[in-house]
Structure formats: C-alpha cells, structure tokens
C-alpha cells in the first residue's frame, strides 16, 4: 500500500509539471517576435551621423508599419528598405577653370581690369615701389588716398588701385664686353637668378656685344633656361691689357725708326668695340610686348652700360620703354660699380661711346640698378629687382589730355615721412591705331 500511494505521488507531481509547461509554451506562442538588428557589414561600413542642422536630404528609411496594421512583420535578417538612388545624377553648376600661371578673378578691381582698360588709351597705369629711407625695405599697406599723381603738373583722379603681386615677364641680358673677371662673377650667379623666379612667372635670356643674340626664349624656368644659362659659363670676356700701340710687337724690324725697306711706319689705333646695348633693350622690349598684359614687364641688364654703335638711339629706346610699361633694372659691372662713376658717366667723348646710360633708364622708368659688383651682391640683387617689380602699387587714371603722341610727365607723391618713391617719370600714349594694334 505504501509503495502504491508514493507511485500515485509521483504520478500527480509530473502531471502538474507537464501542465505548466504546456501554459508556458502557449503564452511565449501569443508573443510578438523580437526585432533583431543587422550586425555590421564587412563590405559596407556603417554611414557617419548626419551632422547637426544638416542640410542634406536624410536617405533614412520611413518608420516600419504597426503590427496591429494586419501587415507581415519583417524580417529579423533583412536590412530596412531604402530609396533607390536616381539613374541620372543632377546637374552640376558650371565651373570656370584658370589657367596656370594666372589668378582667378575676383569681382572688382582685378589685375585684368587693368589691361582691358588699357585698350582705352586715355587710361594710365603707374608701378610704384614705395620703400623705407632708413631700412630699404618695401612699405605695405598703404591706401589710395595716401598717393598724389601728377600728369604735367595737373593733379589726376585715381580710378584704380591695388596692392597685389604680379606675375612677371622679365629679359634678362647679359653684356659680353665685360671683362673677363667680372664675367667670371656673373657666372657665379646663374642658380640665383634661377631661383629668384616664382614657377608661375617668364623669363627669356640676351646676350651682347657687337650683336644681340637672344639664348632663351620667354619661358617658364625649366631645363631648356638652364642649359641657355649653362651654356654662358664656357663663353670668355674681354682682355683688359692694354692695347699694343708700338714696339717689336706691333711692327716688322726697324732701323733708326724706320721699317726695314723704306716704307712709311703704318700709324696703329686701338680697334672700337662696339657695345650695342641699345640694340639689346629694344630688340627685347619688341618681344617682351607680345607677352600676356596680366604680366609685369621688365628688363635686367647686367652690363657695364656703356653703348657704341648702336641702330637705336637712347630716345628710342627710351620711348619703346616707356610706351609699353617696361620697367628696367641693372647690375652695374666692371668700373661702373665704382664710387663716384655715376657722375663721372655723364661725361661723353665723342667716337668713345656713352658711359652706364644703365641709371638713366632705370630712373626713367620706375627701376632700379645695383651698384654693388661681387656674386654675393648679384645675388641679392636678382631677388629684391624681382620683388621689387612683383610687389609694387599700381596706381590708374583717366587722362584728360588730348590724344597726341607727345611726352607726358608723371610725378607721384606720397603722404607718409621718411618714404623714398620710384615710378616712371613720363610715358608716351600711343596713337588709337598703335593702341589697337598691339598684342
């Protein structure tokens, strides 16, 4: 009896269990499923968070039905639906490329402006290099009310002004004549003139003496600049020995101071060497006037600046200068870069030529030449004559003088102590036709 009461036991105790179980099973069947999210994707990464105040369209997927809508739930392993992207990507806003070498533009007062108001040949455009009388250096931020600018006297209503850099178009002409030592310290200085110029600027490369012959065309510094340059260190100057005027060396034999034979002793004359440096900065101011007009234009000489026979007059030369906007810079060599020489140079022998008409050209046009004659010297001389002609103010104005070819003087002042000022002294307007036909 015992045995059969714990068996009866045992028998309701399972058949409790089995009944909570099977209420257990139906109630977790009444249960929605669960949503399970993706995990990762190894081949799409998980997008950033849009940041905050977004303006973007969110590509986000619209909120899933309610289950009570009587719709299928989704699926735990299937990704929200997403909005699929247009066949053809909107048009893009047209965009306006530049070419190397040049600036974009900006909606006033730009660089161009300048150029395009120049085919209006009563428009005047004048560099000036402002420096510092003590220190020498370039003085920034001045304002257009700090200038003065004086056309034969009358004072001129600026129209334009700015203080941006230019890109350069510079010659570069080497005199042959020099002597030998000192063509041996210009040599020297070929890496430097390399390098005072920007990637952007142009640069052709002359040579003189009795011809002008031009080495490199306008060009951005690359190889075939170098090898021109390379090519003028096994190129000699001049002996600077004193010529052979008389003695066995500049005759036959003699008896009693006559040449053997009776003949007349021949009267012997040093032989002219011509130095045509006129030629030179005419031939490459011809050249440097098909160059692009967004460019600052400017010759650099390094000569002793004397000129003999010569095509060219300096008045010539001068006005080709001046009507086309070339600024001229130098390195005075040999004697030239003596103390004193500047005034000693306004001296002119007649049949021996003009002594360093370098200043004069300078001072005429805005420019600069450096007196100082060692390679260290040419050195610092190439990079603030490039600085110099990138950094200047450009001052414009309407002329109000009638349409002539006649010389008109220019003065420009500035308002500020202590300031040493360079710009070109005068130009020459062109003619409406020249003005027209110019590249």
């Known amino acids: 009896m015992v045995v059969i009461r714990l068996y009866a036991r045992w028998v309701a105790l399972g058949l409790l269990l089995a009944t909570s179980l099977l209420v257990f099973a139906q109630q977790d069947q009444n249960k929605p499923p669960q949503k399970i999210p993706d995990a990762p994707s190894a081949s799409r990464p998980p997008q950033p968070l849009p940041a905050p105040n977004a303006t973007t369209p969110s590509t986000e997927a619209p909120p899933a039905a309610d289950d009570n809508s009587g719709g299928p739930p989704p699926a735990a392993d299937q990704a929200p639906p997403t909005e699929a992207p247009p066949t053809t990507p909107p048009p893009s806003p047209a965009v306006k490329t530049v070419a190397p070498g040049k600036e974009s533009p900006s909606p006033t007062n730009t660089r161009d402006e300048i150029y395009t108001l120049r085919r209006n040949v009563s428009f005047v455009a004048v560099p000036v290099t402002v420096k510092d009388k003590n220190s020498g250096r370039m003085v920034d931020g001045l304002l257009p009310a700090d200038f003065q600018v004086f056309e034969n006297g009358a004072r001129q209503k600026l129209t334009y002004f700015t203080s941006d850099p230019f890109f350069i178009s510079a010659a570069v002409i080497f005199d042959l004549g020099m002597s030998e030592d000192a063509l041996r310290k210009v040599q020297q200085t070929f890496p430097a003139l390399l390098g005072a110029f920007s990637a952007y600027d142009q640069v052709a490369v002359y040579t003189y003496s009795d011809t002008v012959t031009r080495v490199a065309d306008f060009s951005a510094i690359n190889q075939r600049v170098t090898e021109a340059l390379n090519s003028l260190k096994n190129v000699s100057g001049r002996n600077n020995g004193v010529p052979v005027m008389g003695g066995p060396m500049a005759s036959g034999p003699t008896v009693n101071g006559l040449p053997v034979g009776g003949t007349p002793a021949p009267v012997s004359t040093p032989p002219r060497e011509s130095h045509v440096l006129n030629d030179a900065i005419v031939r490459a101011a011809r050249d440097l006037i098909r160059q692009d007009r967004s460019r600052r234009k400017m010759i650099f000489v390094v000569s002793t600046g004397r000129e003999l026979g010569s095509t060219a007059s300096y008045a010539d030369t001068l006005r080709v200068l001046l009507s086309n906007e070339i600024a001229l810079y130098g390195v005075a060599t040999g004697s030239s870069a003596l103390p004193g020489y500047k005034q000693v140079s306004k001296l002119h022998i007649p049949k021996l030529g003009y002594d360093n008409l370098l200043p004069k050209y300078a001072a005429a046009t805005g420019g600069e030449v450096f007196t100082e004659f060692s390679p260290q010297a040419i050195n610092t001389a190439y990079a603030q004559a490039m600085g110099d002609a990138r950094n200047q103010y450009t001052l414009g104005y309407q002329t109000r003088a009638p349409q002539t070819d006649s010389y008109r003087d220019i003065e ?28």
């Open 412 to 439: 420009v002042r500035v308002a500020v102590p202590n300031l040493t000022v360079r710009a070109k002294t005068g130009y020459y307007p062109l003619p409406p036709q020249r003005a027209a036909a110019q590249p």
